[in-house]
């Protein structure tokens, strides 16, 4: 039986998306589903080091960017954000749900083997290097490389 | 000739990516696609039988996030809502244009059998119980089960 | 080798969306995918041939939607708008770091014979015309058309 195989875009930077995006992905890897996912733009956020706001990328412009996008401590939820109270509350109730939070998930698709890829032109505009990234970043690719490695499976964008 | 699968993730409670979902469904199932909604975390605000603000939910903070998520009635245009009044203009230019309302394509969806399945963690976490939810939710689950039933059809995120 | 296919539902007017929507539909058509775009909602924006803001639309309600919606200068950033500061500045980072701007890969778009529909329905509640789009809009169709026409290639809703 053919393995199956799921890719996600992974272009928004909200912390309900990002937990979606997660979810999805260490589901179908549990299940024992090929996972990628291609991080781009906002989504990049969820991979910096620098967790938090940080003056990253090179330019004036790049680095205001890059602070007000923050990193993955910042990430607001798509709606209700309450300036950033609710990913915290939020992360509460999961931890008292028993139920993976978005670092867990995070780990979770490390451990599961899932591959982490960086859009190159994004990078690219916002001054981002893959040492800013994190360490389990396999590549660094372009969208046409994207999708024609993921040509014969699901492709999802959150 | 193999029937076409859909699969939707629905996991935006806004009333225009709403109306997206079920006229993509509804317009699958009309040229006899199969057709499974999978409603997680904002998504299911669509469903709840209280479709107004109501306090459900176990415990003060999952009470709180349903009140403030709301139901049916009080799903927001995802830009220029102007505090709901949006979704109330644009219901009366769906009506004066002759094209079918969010009511009346839930409804279509329910008539042309398209299978609603509401995600097991997400209610988990917003302490939402099954009896909260419409009564055409024929099944609760995880997402694996989900990708799993969806494997071999399009799958959608919206 | 069969020709792989996508389809993009280009529901969301965000500028940030629709660079996300043109360079995954650019690198799928140069790598030779036969590439499909569905415009809808807020989607139909970026196709205007009213740039700005304008009064198109019949009917009150339709003229001021429109009119806010506004035209493909118009497009907010999903987050961090600024009052549409954002996207001017964007576009900047891009022409410095050498990337196609939002102009150039709709103009690539064209060239690659990328196939523009635009949604029958959405159309009709907002009262655009299909002279108020995009002249390379060669049809105007409905969302099972759509679904039809794609059901052999990969479907993306952003």
Known sequence: MERKKLSIVCFSGDFDKALAAFTLATGA????????????????????????????????????FN?????????????????????VLMTGMMKKSNVATLDELIDAAKALNIDFVACEMAMHILGIKKDDLDDHVQSVAGVATFLETSKDGHILFI
Request: aromatic fraction near 14%.
């Open 29 to 64: 890897a549990a299940v024992n589903w090929e996972v990628k996912m291609f991080f781009t733009f906002w989504g990049l956020n969820i991979l910096k080091k620098k967790t938090g706001r940080s003056w990253i990328g090179s330019g004036i412009l790049a680095r205001v």
């Open 67 to 87: 602070f007000l996008m923050g990193g993955k401590r910042t990430l607001p939820l798509s709606r209700l954000n309450f300036g950033g109270v609710s990913p």
